[in-house]
């Protein structure tokens, strides 16, 4: 029985590679049936493109396909452009620190269904808890719709006492994650060790059962 590809998780600075990222969305919006998703225009989808340029967009790759995105940053680098997170940071409850150069904020999570075994969930993590790390950050900070809290529960986010609601009227959840919990968590599961902060390898087969 032959082996998957292994995964790559790379940071995208090109524009070929952005667009592919965006592409990719795109593409998974549409197989969930997400039409809310793909009609963001206006000034929302202004302010999207805005946070792509901003914060680091991180891509998850089988060979020569996209198998998972997300999207990284500290807070401090788009204070007062990131709707979601200035309200989670104003509001205050529930934050272990008020200090904004502690958080970093993650968004944008989509991993293909053919992927979602745990692989690539926890390659993306992984990627944005060093960037965290370099960065000085303590904390992340995440929202999601309520039926996708889990996903985030299984790294290690606790749902925080705050609501979110978004441009289409639907309640989203912030979570934090203690940075340093996390990385004591998922170092003990396995021996993954990462080559570099732009690239890292991990075979599918090593961490398809690690949550």
Same mark, same amino acid.
């Given at each position: 029985?032959?082996? %998957?590809?292994?995964?790559?998780?790379?940071?995208?600075?090109?524009?070929?590679?952005?667009?592919?990222?965006?592409?990719?969305?795109?593409?998974?919006?549409?197989?969930?049936?997400?039409?809310?998703?793909?009609?963001?225009?206006?000034? %929302?989808?202004?302010?999207?493109?805005?946070?792509?340029?901003?914060?680091?967009?991180?891509? #998850?790759?089988?060979?020569?396909?996209?198998?998972?995105?997300?999207?990284?940053?500290?807070?401090?680098?788009?204070?007062?452009?990131?709707?979601?997170?200035?309200?989670?940071?104003?509001?205050?409850?529930?934050?272990?620190?008020?200090?904004?150069?502690?958080?970093?904020?993650?968004?944008?999570?989509?991993?293909?269904?053919?992927?979602?075994?745990?692989?690539?969930?926890?390659?993306? #993590?992984?990627?944005?808890?060093?960037?965290?790390?370099?960065?000085?950050?303590?904390?992340?900070?995440?929202?999601?719709?309520?039926?996708?809290?889990?996903?985030?529960?299984?790294?290690?986010?606790?749902?925080?006492?705050?609501?979110?609601?978004? #441009?289409?009227?639907?309640?989203?959840?912030?979570?934090?994650?203690?940075?340093?919990?996390?990385?004591?968590?998922?170092?003990?599961?396995?021996?993954?060790?990462?080559?570099?902060?732009?690239?890292?390898?991990?075979?599918?087969?090593?961490?398809?059962?690690?949550?």
């Amino acid at each position: 029985m032959s082996r %998957r590809k292994p995964v790559t998780f790379e940071l995208a600075t090109s524009n070929q590679r952005k667009q592919s990222i965006t592409d990719f969305r795109r593409q998974c919006y549409s197989m969930m049936g997400r039409t809310d998703l793909l009609q963001e225009d206006g000034a %929302r989808g202004r302010q999207q493109r805005k946070l792509d340029n901003q914060l680091h967009l991180i891509e #998850a790759r089988s060979g020569d396909e996209t198998v998972g995105t997300i999207r990284w940053g500290t807070y401090i680098s788009v204070a007062g452009d990131d709707h979601y997170a200035d309200s989670i940071i104003n509001n205050k409850i529930g934050l272990p620190s008020s200090e904004p150069e502690n958080f970093s904020r993650t968004d944008r999570l989509i991993i293909h269904p053919k992927y979602r075994r745990g692989t690539v969930l926890i390659g993306l #993590a992984r990627f944005c808890l060093r960037l965290a790390i370099e960065s000085g950050c303590r904390f992340d900070l995440c929202w999601s719709e309520q039926h996708l809290a889990r996903v985030y529960q299984r790294l290690g986010y606790t749902v925080l006492h705050q609501r979110l609601v978004s #441009a289409r009227a639907v309640t989203l959840y912030p979570q934090i994650l203690n940075i340093q919990q996390f990385g004591e968590r998922w170092s003990a599961r396995d021996a993954v060790t990462p080559q570099t902060s732009t690239t890292s390898k991990i075979d599918q087969n090593e961490l398809s059962i690690s949550c």
